[in-house]
């Protein structure tokens, strides 16, 4: 019993042990630096007092004559000075950048936002699946990377497979339990260390989205459009400080490569040594990005130019918002996988349930598979939904309608005198209907072999496609095409049923005046056979009426899987 997630791919395709030597070798070809991307420099004092006290014994002299001589307080002329201060500084390391005489950034500064902004774009498709509606799936992934043992405790204890041999847990509710308890003691083997490292991922990978995400065009367009003031953006400008401020750590090579071989999994051909490649080339060039922002925030002093622009020691940016509880996230994703786990149960167990009453009724020990309308003809690569349906259409057609049920119709329909001719035109054409179902079957069928149109399509789409996914891109419209067959004959088949019964109902049962009415010798057909003729019209119709049930079954069944 598995899912389709992303996750179950990831952990089906290859082992822990496969897992850990591609990291190992991913991580000796591309180094990550791991340095902070910004340094931890004190900002300048907005204590002035403090700053009185710093200053040597000539500049206290000197600022005591300043305030005798120019009537200012001391602390305003501090102010001034540490403000002066801060303008050398940011004119000594950053003049390229900003100018403390006109308060203006410069074509350079415009320049380092379109590179960061061009350098973010390569996150942008990794990002958007591991922070996006798969976000439990890449949380618990990357936490199978740092924690593999925990990883195979919960994949073990979620399988139900080994579960539903167990005689003592005798349904659904016992299981649930079984495993809850199961999973609730691997969160508690989780250490404080291994909390600590998912924690600076996720710090990490929040900083990070910011980044990738933030609107960049807007503040270079605002630049554009009015000169390049801090007044043209100044609450981007602030949060773009914050984001930069915030992200000192720098993402660690376990969470590049997990957030890397999430956002390709399904896009590799499942070859090693390609996923390597991949995976190292998509690393170094995150490397050169991480080197990009630190060399950034090395270059353009940010948050002391936006103080001095505001003329605020004491600003700092607005902190990001925080992030999300990693380990909720977590424990969510396995209640999830349990759940969905135990309704694919629960949807196996019925479909059994549904194939046996079906091959039952048709008295055979299983219904007659199609040649090639099946997933296992196809290796699992292609799945068609309507596969139980066709089955028990031409088994019933095959073993149940073609004996009794056919020869006891012609009866009626050659002696039988009915009250409507269309009741018989009705029978007429709905027996005709089923004898030919078999054959609209069969075409639907041969279509799809290696030598059928629609066969050679898909075997073309499944050869051709380099990875994966596009393969399931490519299969799926020509899929559903034979499924819409499909479809089309089992609904006609429905409503044939239905109307089949209901003008045997009409030949025993009905009046004059209804809808399906009765036929007038009823109680002369067959001479001295018709009370045999007319038993057998009563099993007929009790057939036929549960044959009409079970198809339905069958096929409310698959269109609910196929949803």
């Given at each position: 019993?598995?899912s389709?997630?992303?996750?179950?791919?990831?952990?089906?395709?290859?082992?822990?042990?496969?897992?850990?030597e591609?990291?190992?070798?991913?991580?000796?070809?591309?180094?990550?630096?791991?340095?902070?991307?910004?340094?931890?420099?004190?900002?300048?004092?907005?204590?002035?007092?403090?700053?009185?006290?710093?200053?040597?014994f000539w500049?206290?002299?000197?600022?005591?004559?300043?305030?005798?001589?120019?009537?200012?307080?001391?602390?305003?002329?501090?102010?001034?000075?540490a403000?002066?201060?801060?303008?050398?500084?940011i004119?000594?390391?950053?003049?390229?950048?900003?100018?403390?005489?006109?308060?203006?950034?410069?074509s350079?500064?415009?320049?380092?936002?379109?590179?960061?902004?061009?350098?973010?774009?390569?996150?942008?498709?990794?990002?958007?699946?591991?922070?996006?509606?798969?976000?439990?799936?890449?949380?618990?992934?990357?936490?199978?990377?740092?924690?593999?043992?925990?990883?195979?405790?919960?994949?073990?204890?979620?399988?139900?497979?080994?579960?539903?041999?167990?005689?003592?847990?005798?349904?659904?509710?016992?299981?649930?339990?079984?495993?809850?308890?199961?999973?609730?003691d691997?969160?508690?083997?989780?250490?404080?260390?291994?909390?600590?490292?998912?924690?600076?991922?996720?710090?990490?990978?929040?900083?990070?989205?910011?980044?990738?995400?933030?609107?960049?065009?807007?503040?270079?367009?605002?630049?554009?459009?009015?000169?390049?003031?801090?007044?043209?953006?100044?609450a981007?400008?602030?949060?773009?400080?914050?984001?930069?401020?915030?992200?000192?750590?720098?993402?660690?090579?376990?969470?590049?490569?997990?957030?890397?071989?999430?956002?390709?999994?399904?896009?590799?051909?499942?070859?090693?040594?390609?996923?390597?490649?991949?995976?190292?080339?998509?690393?170094?060039?995150?490397?050169?990005?991480?080197?990009?922002?630190?060399?950034?925030?090395?270059?353009?002093?940010?948050?002391d130019t936006?103080?001095?622009?505001?003329?605020n020691?004491?600003?700092?940016?607005?902190?990001?918002?925080?992030?999300e509880?990693?380990?909720?996230?977590?424990?969510?994703?396995?209640?999830?996988?349990?759940?969905?786990?135990?309704?694919?149960?629960?949807?196996?167990?019925?479909?059994?349930?549904?194939?046996?009453?079906?091959?039952?009724?048709?008295?055979?020990?299983?219904?007659?598979?199609?040649?090639?309308?099946?997933?296992?003809?196809?290796?699992?690569?292609?799945?068609?939904?309507?596969?139980?349906?066709?089955?028990?259409?031409?088994?019933?057609?095959?073993?149940?309608?073609?004996?009794?049920?056919?020869?006891?119709?012609?009866?009626?329909?050659?002696?039988?005198?009915?009250?409507?001719?269309?009741?018989?035109?009705?029978?007429?054409?709905?027996?005709?209907?089923?004898?030919?179902?078999?054959?609209?079957?069969?075409?639907?069928?041969?279509?799809?072999?290696?030598?059928?149109?629609?066969?050679?399509?898909i075997?073309?789409?499944?050869?051709?496609?380099?990875t994966?996914?596009?393969?399931?891109?490519?299969?799926?419209?020509l899929?559903?095409?034979?499924?819409?067959?499909?479809r089309?004959?089992?609904?006609?088949?429905?409503?044939?049923?239905?109307?089949?019964?209901?003008?045997?109902?009409?030949?025993?049962?009905?009046?004059?005046?209804?809808?399906?009415?009765?036929?007038?010798?009823?109680?002369?057909?067959?001479?001295?056979?018709?009370?045999?003729l007319?038993?057998?019209?009563a099993?007929?119709?009790?057939?036929?009426?549960?044959?009409?049930?079970?198809?339905?079954?069958?096929?409310a069944?698959?269109?609910?899987?196929?949803?």
């Amino acid at each position: 019993m598995g899912s389709g997630t992303v996750f179950d791919r990831l952990v089906s395709d290859m082992s822990v042990q496969e897992r850990h030597e591609l990291l190992s070798k991913v991580q000796l070809a591309a180094r990550v630096d791991d340095a902070p991307l910004a340094a931890a420099e004190p900002p300048e004092a907005s204590d002035f007092e403090e700053l009185y006290r710093q200053l040597s014994f000539w500049s206290k002299l000197l600022l005591t004559l300043r305030v005798i001589f120019s009537g200012r307080e001391r602390q305003a002329l501090l102010s001034d000075l540490a403000f002066r201060r801060l303008g050398q500084k940011i004119s000594e390391h950053a003049a390229a950048y900003f100018s403390t005489r006109t308060l203006e950034f410069s074509s350079a500064f415009t320049f380092e936002l379109k590179a960061l902004q061009t350098g973010l774009r390569l996150f942008d498709e990794s990002l958007k699946r591991a922070l996006g509606q798969e976000k439990r799936d890449f949380i618990a992934f990357l936490a199978g990377l740092e924690m593999p043992e925990i990883q195979e405790n919960l994949l073990a204890e979620t399988d139900l497979s080994r579960l539903v041999e167990n005689p003592l847990l005798d349904n659904e509710d016992s299981m649930r339990r079984e495993i809850e308890m199961a999973i609730e003691d691997s969160y508690v083997q989780i250490s404080e260390d291994d909390r600590t490292v998912m924690a600076r991922h996720m710090t990490a990978l929040r900083y990070l989205g910011q980044l990738v995400r933030f609107p960049f065009e807007r503040i270079l367009r605002s630049f554009a459009e009015h000169g390049a003031r801090l007044d043209s953006a100044p609450a981007l400008l602030e949060e773009l400080a914050g984001i930069l401020e915030g992200f000192v750590a720098p993402p660690g090579a376990r969470l590049l490569e997990g957030l890397f071989l999430f956002s390709f999994s399904d896009e590799q051909s499942g070859d090693e040594a390609s996923i390597e490649a991949g995976l190292t080339a998509m690393i170094a060039k995150a490397n050169s990005l991480i080197s990009q922002i630190r060399d950034f925030n090395n270059r353009v002093p940010l948050r002391d130019t936006l103080r001095f622009t505001l003329r605020n020691l004491d600003w700092t940016p607005p902190s990001a918002a925080g992030g999300e509880d990693w380990l909720a996230l977590y424990r969510q994703f396995w209640t999830d996988r349990l759940t969905a786990h135990l309704a694919e149960y629960r949807r196996e167990r019925r479909q059994r349930e549904l194939l046996g009453e079906a091959a039952g009724f048709v008295n055979l020990a299983s219904l007659p598979r199609l040649a090639y309308y099946r997933g296992e003809s196809w290796n699992g690569e292609v799945t068609f939904h309507h596969e139980h349906s066709l089955a028990f259409i031409a088994g019933f057609v095959g073993h149940v309608f073609s004996l009794e049920i056919s020869r006891t119709t012609k009866t009626f329909l050659i002696d039988g005198r009915f009250y409507k001719e269309e009741n018989r035109h009705d029978l007429t054409d709905s027996y005709d209907r089923i004898n030919r179902v078999l054959d609209a079957i069969r075409k639907l069928d041969e279509s799809l072999s290696s030598e059928g149109e629609q066969g050679q399509l898909i075997h073309q789409a499944l050869g051709e496609a380099p990875t994966p996914g596009i393969r399931e891109r490519r299969t799926e419209k020509l899929v559903a095409a034979a499924d819409r067959q499909a479809r089309g004959i089992v609904m006609e088949m429905i409503a044939t049923f239905d109307l089949y019964a209901n003008l045997i109902y009409g030949i025993l049962h009905g009046q004059g005046d209804s809808t399906f009415d009765s036929v007038t010798n009823l109680a002369f057909i067959g001479g001295r056979d018709n009370p045999r003729l007319r038993a057998s019209l009563a099993r007929i119709l009790s057939t036929m009426q549960r044959a009409a049930e079970i198809l339905k079954g069958l096929f409310a069944f698959e269109t609910e899987s196929e949803q």
